[in-house]
C-alpha cells in the first residue's frame, strides 16, 4: 500500500486577484486543488490514502508574515478539509493543526477535530514560537496519548534567535 505522509486540500494560496504580482504559473493562485483533484491525482500516481492535513493562514501565520504575507492570502482550512474527507471516505488520514496551545479555545478546538474523525495534529514549534517541551504542547501531547492519537512535528522555518533551532527542538525532545 502506497501512503502519501502529507498533503492539503487547498481553495486559493495568494489569489491572482489580490495578488497581481503573482504568476499565473503558480496554479494556486486561481486553481482549487480541491479533494476530488487530490483523489484523481492519489488514483493517477497509485497512492492508495493520504494523511490529510487541515491547516488554515492562521495556523502559519508566522511563516506567512514572515515572507511578507497575511492568513488572508490562504483561503482553506479545517471545513474545507473535512468537506474533503466526509466525501472520499477511506482516503484520507486526517490531522489538524494546533494553533496556541495557551489558549484554551484551541486546545477546545484540538478535542472537537478529534471527535469529528482527525487521527492526529500536526504542530509547528517554530511556527507558535515554543520550545518542543513548553507545559502547553505538554498538555497537548498528553492529551493525544489520553485519545490514542498521532502528533506530526515540524520543524520547518525555524529562525534561530525568534525560534529554538533544529537542535534545540530535538533536545528537547
Not at 71 to 94: C, M, N, Q, S
Request: glycine share 4%.
Amino acid at each position: 500500500m502506497r501512503i502519501d505522509s502529507e498533503t492539503h486540500v487547498i481553495y486559493r494560496a495568494w489569489p491572482i486577484e489580490t495578488n497581481p504580482d503573482r504568476s499565473l504559473v503558480e496554479r494556486f493562485t486561481w486553481h482549487e486543488h480541491s479533494g476530488d483533484l487530490l483523489v484523481a491525482e492519489m488514483d493517477r500516481a497509485g497512492v492508495e490514502k493520504t494523511f490529510l492535513i487541515s491547516y488554515d493562514g492562521y495556523d502559519v501565520e508566522w511563516f506567512l508574515r514572515s515572507i511578507g504575507s497575511t492568513p488572508e492570502d490562504f483561503i482553506t482550512g479545517r471545513k474545507y478539509t473535512l468537506a474533503a474527507v466526509r466525501a472520499h471516505p477511506g482516503r484520507f488520514h486526517w490531522f489538524s493543526t494546533l494553533k496556541d496551545p495557551r489558549v484554551d479555545a484551541n486546545v477546545q478546538a484540538v478535542r472537537d477535530d478529534f471527535a469529528a474523525g482527525a487521527v492526529g495534529l500536526k504542530i509547528f514549534p517554530a511556527f507558535l514560537v515554543l520550545p518542543t517541551d513548553h507545559p502547553a504542547l505538554m498538555r497537548i501531547y498528553q492529551l493525544c496519548v489520553e485519545l490514542d492519537r498521532r502528533v506530526i512535528l515540524s520543524f520547518e522555518d525555524a529562525h534561530p534567535p525568534e525560534t529554538c533551532s533544529i537542535p534545540e527542538f530535538f533536545d528537547q525532545l
